[in-house]
């Protein structure tokens, strides 16, 4: 597959949304039939949120949080025969630790910090590399790829997301319930969506697509056809 971007540099589709929209699942999904590289960004923000827990820093500790993004240890090993990535920081695999809602929520709270997002900007435009990368976060196709050949933004009713990332956790053996996922969401919407660091909006140019009642093939077929229009 070829694309029509600049000659010499790495085409990107970024793939936004919010909080258990699938955005993840599907990012992976449509990389593996590319052959294309993968940004999870949201992880690195979920890292700075564990890296300060672990430091004993507060997460609106501005001063402290800004230099620990800018130089955050962390590592992401690829698997083949897993479903995700490896995550490495300082060391240590906290592939797990990341997936908590605690952890998430604490990630929602550094990325509306102006100077956090700074921090990681350059480090996350460093992944657009040959030969083409898939993007996945909140700020994806309005910030940090704002020339992506595709952009996409993923969404579906709070009920629906609260009730797969529920599905997620419990197949993790993380313990949760349905009524504190629901509260988290809703929180997390409204933090991300009014923040004045790049809030959780769709690109101008983005393709909104619902997935509320869409199976995972489904949304990946539907994108790899759009794909295949867009990138030829």
Not at 70 to 82: G, K
Not at 100 to 118: F, Q
Not at 190 to 214: G, Q, Y
Request: net charge negative; glycine share 6%.
């Amino acid at each position: 597959m070829t694309s029509n971007n600049t000659a010499g540099v790495a085409p990107v589709i970024t793939i936004d949304g919010p909080t258990a929209s699938g955005k993840g699942t599907i990012a992976r999904l449509l990389a593996q039939r590319l052959g294309w590289l993968i940004l999870d960004s949201g992880a690195l923000y979920r890292l700075v949120a564990l890296a300060a827990e672990k430091h004993s820093i507060a997460l609106d500790d501005v001063e402290s949080l800004q230099p620990l993004a800018a130089h955050l240890d962390v590592e992401f090993v690829t698997d083949e025969s897993a479903e995700e990535m490896v995550v490495l920081l300082e060391g240590e695999d906290v592939t797990l630790e990341l997936r908590t809602e605690t952890c998430g929520n604490g990630a929602s709270k550094v990325a509306a910090l102006p100077t956090v997002r700074a921090a990681l900007l350059e480090r996350q435009r460093a992944f657009q590399q040959p030969p083409g990368l898939i993007a996945d976060g909140r700020d994806m196709g309005t910030v940090v790829f704002p020339r992506a050949v595709v952009k996409i933004f993923l969404t579906a009713g709070a009920e629906e997301r609260a009730r797969r990332r529920y599905n997620q956790l419990k197949d993790k053996g993380l313990g949760v319930t349905m009524r504190s996922l629901l509260e988290e969401i809703a929180e997390r919407d409204e933090r991300d969506s009014n923040r004045a660091a790049s809030p959780l909006v769709p690109a101008e140019d983005a393709v909104v697509l619902d997935t509320s009642d869409l199976g995972i093939d489904e949304v990946v077929d539907h994108l790899w056809n759009l794909c295949q229009v867009r990138l030829n």
